[in-house]
């Protein structure tokens, strides 16, 4: 019988092994360079591979910061429940807020490619039909939501199929690629200007690549949401995180490099909707082009399971600390998966669905509101390292622990906010994206004040550096 027992009283199933995919899937590469490589190459040239490069470093930082705080309080709330007691609820809150939107948005916008994937395969004729895309992609959201209310060890051993499938794939037909470019019969021969600031187009060109570099990483803290159902939940889902990062890392340096000159920057553009399938056809004439399609669906399908797995747990923390609904409490208490946060998580992805496909304005505005989603991630990213730092402050008894304590992901945070303010300065991002992206924190400002002032949560009472939240609340009902 379902309960709202906490996960932590629950046999912990999850392995390293399958935290990791679960990061890898929910970075999932094969969708993310199906729909970001044109524009990597539109606003970086040939020198996609570069922002790429540079942003390893702080990225790993980041992870870095997530395991010395995943450590210390392994919650699924992570950066929610860490910002919150290092520095304040309320920036915890909002934190909390700006990952469930990416998640939640994030899910809605895999849906519609779900759909189209899917008929490209099997009814090709109604590949230009809305509704025809609609159904197919709500049928695969249905499908995924009932595999995820089975259990996450499930999901984890389906994802290792599909993670295994999607990069042996890529990487034989990236390494198909890299020999072309270096035979010369690529559209373009290589060149090293191609990765000087000239070659890509000056600082806007280098920022613009930037900002898709760090949203082609996004997703690899999906290994620290399922910590409270891991074996070694302390250290697990963190070691997770970094091998995510540096896994992520090869992956898309390799396809990059091997891709991104298959076609002239006008073909890529053109087929910006299936580029892979096309650069595929190009490289392996014969059925590769349907193999990358079905690589790309599935790595599609393992992405939008990710973060369904990951919304529900943060939800699940947020409402054990009353600033989410209770229901999103109730978990299985034999696998501890939080089976009504599942629920309502996937019912709001097809609502959203059924509201762009009745509105065309509407599905214009949502595709702005994820085109922030980017933004909004470095955002949170950002702070999570800020605030590994601030707790660490005079714990690191060594030059080893300060340069995996403070150092990296100081490094991590401050990167995130320059590139948040050069972006902004240099025009790389719109100001619709700004507007959507800001104006979605505000609207988390605004719940979190209304919620404090109205809510009584005792989440909102936790003093810094003290037990927040569920805590708090525990205690308050023990008096």
Partial sequence: ????????????????????VLGLSSSGPAQTLAVGLAGLVAV???????????????????????????????????????????????????????????????????????GTY?????????????????????????????????????????EWIVVVFQYVALLTLAGVGLHALVGGTAAARFSWHWFTLEGMGGMRGLMSGMLIACFMYSGWDAAIYVNEESRDRAGSPGNAAIASVVILALCYLVTVLGFQAVLSPAELAKHAGNALAVIATTLM??????????????????????ALVSAARIGSAMARDGVMPKVFR????????????????????????????????????????????GLISILFYGLTGAAAVWH??????SVGAFLAGSLLPGFGA???????????RSGATSTTVLLY???????????????????????????PDTPAGAQVLEREQSK
């Fill in 392 to 397: 660490n402050r005079g714990r690191d008894r």
């Fill in 330 to 373: 109730r978990v299985d208490p034999r696998s501890g998966n939080p089976w009504a946060a599942t629920i309502v998580m996937s019912v709001l992805n097809l609502a959203l669905l059924a509201l762009a496909l009745r509105a065309g304005t509407i599905g214009d505005a949502l595709g702005n509101v994820i085109s922030s989603l």
């Fill in 44 to 114: 970086s040239h040939y020198g996609g591979a570069l922002p790429v490069l540079l942003c390893f470093v702080p990225m790993l930082g980041i992870a870095i910061g997530y395991r010395r705080l995943n450590r210390w309080d392994p919650s699924a709330g992570a950066t929610y429940t860490w910002v919150a007691r290092v520095f304040h609820p309320l920036l915890g809150f909002l934190c909390g807020w700006m990952i469930l939107l990416y998640y939640t948005l994030g899910t809605s916008s895999l849906t519609i490619p779900a």
């Fill in 414 to 424: 401050l990167f995130m906010a320059w590139v948040a303010v050069e972006s902004v």
């Fill in 437 to 463: 992206g800001g104006g979605s924190v505000a609207v988390g400002a605004v719940i979190a004040g209304l919620l404090k002032r109205f809510g009584h949560a005792p989440f909102f009472r936790a003093g």
């Fill in 285 to 306: 004439p014969g059925p590769w082009g349907k193999v990358m399609s079905l690589v790309v669906l599935t790595g599609t399908l393992a992405t939008l399971q990710a």
């Fill in 118 to 158: 899917t008929l490209e395969l099997l009814a090709p004729e109604l590949v230009d039909r809305p509704v025809a895309v609609a159904l197919a992609g709500g049928a695969w959201n249905v499908a995924v939501t009932l595999l995820a209310l089975k259990g996450l060890k499930l999901v984890a051993r389906i």
């Fill in 1 to 20: 019988m379902p309960t709202d027992q906490p996960a932590s009283a629950i046999e912990r199933r999850v392995s390293l092994g399958d935290a990791i």
